[in-house]
Nanobody, 120 residues
């Protein structure tokens, strides 16, 4: 299992940038698809970006072209560079190990997440 610890959230004005980090323990990190999930107020948690062991990436349409996911297997970390932030981007961002079978499913335990606030 991957045990994630997220960091890097904060308050940023619309149009600004923020970079989230996730440190994940677990011996199988380098062969695990990892992703970032966002839980906006009153909404279900959704996958916004994912990266496979082979660094194939997936982005939700709402963040495509603005967010970039990356990983550093040597440090057991993944990152989410968020540019051109919009008022609809706020929420608590979590990282988790993911599997895909018709849809994305988180497969590991949850961290506390990191909150992103974009004042409208």
């Amino acid at each position: 299992q991957v045990q994630p610890v997220e960091s890097g959230g904060g308050l940023v004005q619309a149009g600004g940038s923020l970079k989230l980090s996730c440190a994940a323990s677990g011996s199988r990190f380098s062969v695990t698809t990892m992703g970032w999930l966002r839980q906006a107020p009153g909404k279900q948690r959704e996958v916004v970006a994912a990266i496979s062991a082979g660094r194939i990436t997936y982005y939700a349409n709402s963040v495509k072209g603005r967010f970039t996911i990356s990983r550093d297997n040597g440090k057991n970390m993944i990152f989410l560079q968020m540019n051109s932030l919009k008022p609809e981007d706020p929420g608590v961002y979590y990282c988790n190990a993911l599997k895909y079978e018709y849809s994305w499913s988180p497969v590991s335990s949850w961290g506390k997440g990191t909150r992103v606030t974009v004042p409208s």
